[in-house]
C-alpha cells in the first residue's frame, strides 16, 4: 500500500525559505504525477505545484516564480523549494500522487509570520 510522509515544515518569517520533502514507499512513483497541495484555515485545498516524469511541471499563480518543484525517482521524493515566503502562504502542505486514485500524505504545517 502506498504510503506518503511529509516533512520539512514549520515557523519562518516573511522572505524567508522553506523546503518540504515527500517521501513514498509502497510503491515505485516513476510514471506517475506527483505534487503538492495546501490549505489554510477556513479555505479549500489548493493545487500548488506539480511535476509529471520529472520534465513537465506546472505551478499555481500564486507561487509562480517564488516555488520549485522537483523529483529524484531514484528516491521515491518529490521536494517543494519555497522561496520569498509571505504570510498567505501560511497552510498544511499536502503531498499528492497520482496512481489509480489521489493519494494523500498526512501533511505537514508551514506557517508564515513576523
Known amino acids: 500500500q502506498l504510503q506518503l510522509v511529509e516533512s520539512g515544515g514549520g515557523l519562518v518569517h516573511p522572505g524567508d525559505s522553506l523546503t518540504l520533502s515527500c517521501t513514498a514507499s509502497?510503491?515505485?512513483?516513476?510514471?506517475?504525477?506527483m505534487g503538492w497541495y495546501r490549505q489554510a484555515p477556513g479555505k479549500q485545498r489548493e493545487r500548488v505545484a506539480r511535476?509529471?516524469?520529472?520534465?513537465?511541471?506546472n505551478y499555481a499563480d500564486s507561487v509562480k516564480g517564488r516555488f520549485t518543484i522537483s523529483r529524484d525517482n531514484a528516491k521515491n521524493t518529490v521536494e517543494l523549494q519555497m522561496n520569498s515566503l509571505k504570510p498567505e502562504d501560511t497552510a498544511i502542505y499536502y503531498c499528492?500522487?497520482?496512481?489509480?486514485?489521489?493519494?494523500w500524505g498526512q501533511g505537514t504545517q508551514v506557517t508564515v509570520s513576523s
Open positions: 509502497g510503491a515505485t512513483l516513476e510514471s506517475y504525477a
Open positions: 499528492w500522487v497520482l496512481t489509480m486514485g489521489a493519494n
Open positions: 511535476i509529471i516524469n520529472g520534465a513537465s511541471t
